[in-house]
C-alpha cells in the first residue's frame, strides 16, 4: 500500500492542481471515486493485468464504464495511467486527491458514533463546537453503535474524543487491575 501511496501523490497533485485551476473540485472528485470503484473490481484488475489485452483496450473499456463522469482531462487520465501501467492507483490516487481537496477547502470529515440516535439541534452543536476547535469546516457522518453502551465517539483527523460509557468502564477495569 506505501507503494501505491507514493506512486499515486504525483498524479493527485497534478489533477489537484488541474481541479484548483479550474475550480470544479467536485467534478474531478465524482469522476476519481467511479474511477477508484472499477479499479478495485477483481474483473477489473484482471483486465489490467492481462498480458492479451493491450493497454488502449483497457483504457477504453474503463472510460466507457465511467460514461460521462469522465470529461477530456480525465479521459487524458486514464490514458496516461494505462500507458504507464499504473491504473492499479486508482484508488490511491482518489484519497490522496480528496485529502488535498479538504486542505484546500478548509474542510475535515468527522464521525460520530452514539450509542443511541442523536438528534439534529445536538448534531448541530458538535459541529459547531468542532469547527471552532478545529478551525475548518466540519462534515459530519452519524452512526449508532449499541456497544459504546452510552455516551459516544468522535473522530475527526488525527483526534479522537473518546467519551463513551464503555471507554470509561475499560479505564475504571484498568485502573483495579481486572
Known amino acids: 500500500?506505501?507503494?501505491?501511496?507514493s506512486i499515486a501523490r504525483p498524479y493527485a497533485q497534478a489533477i489537484f492542481e488541474l481541479a484548483r485551476d479550474s475550480g470544479d473540485y467536485a467534478q474531478w472528485s465524482e469522476a476519481l471515486a467511479s474511477l477508484a470503484i472499477f479499479a478495485a473490481d477483481p474483473d477489473m484488475n484482471a483486465l489490467f493485468n492481462n498480458p492479451r489485452a493491450s493497454r488502449e483496450e483497457?483504457?477504453?473499456v474503463l472510460i466507457d464504464l465511467v460514461g460521462e463522469c469522465l470529461d477530456g482531462p480525465g479521459k487524458n487520465l486514464?490514458?496516461?495511467?494505462?500507458?504507464?501501467?499504473?491504473?492499479y492507483a486508482l484508488g490511491a490516487i482518489a484519497v490522496q486527491f480528496e485529502a488535498f481537496r479538504a486542505e484546500a477547502e478548509r474542510t475535515v470529515q468527522a464521525e460520530l458514533e452514539t450509542a443511541l440516535p442523536v438528534s439534529a439541534a445536538h448534531r448541530d452543536r458538535i459541529?459547531?463546537?468542532l469547527a471552532k476547535r478545529l478551525q475548518r469546516r466540519v462534515e459530519l457522518s452519524?452512526?449508532?453503535n449499541e456497544s459504546l453502551v452510552g455516551g459516544a465517539v468522535i473522530r475527526a483527523g488525527d483526534l479522537v474524543i473518546d467519551g463513551s460509557v464503555r471507554a470509561q468502564l475499560d479505564k475504571?477495569?484498568?485502573?483495579i487491575g481486572t
Open 1 to 5: 500500500m506505501t507503494e501505491n501511496t
Open 58 to 60: 483497457v483504457a477504453a
Open 78 to 87: 486514464v490514458n496516461l495511467l494505462a500507458r504507464n501501467r499504473r491504473l
Open 127 to 129: 459541529i459547531e463546537a
Open 142 to 144: 452519524v452512526s449508532t
Open 172 to 175: 475504571l477495569a484498568a485502573a
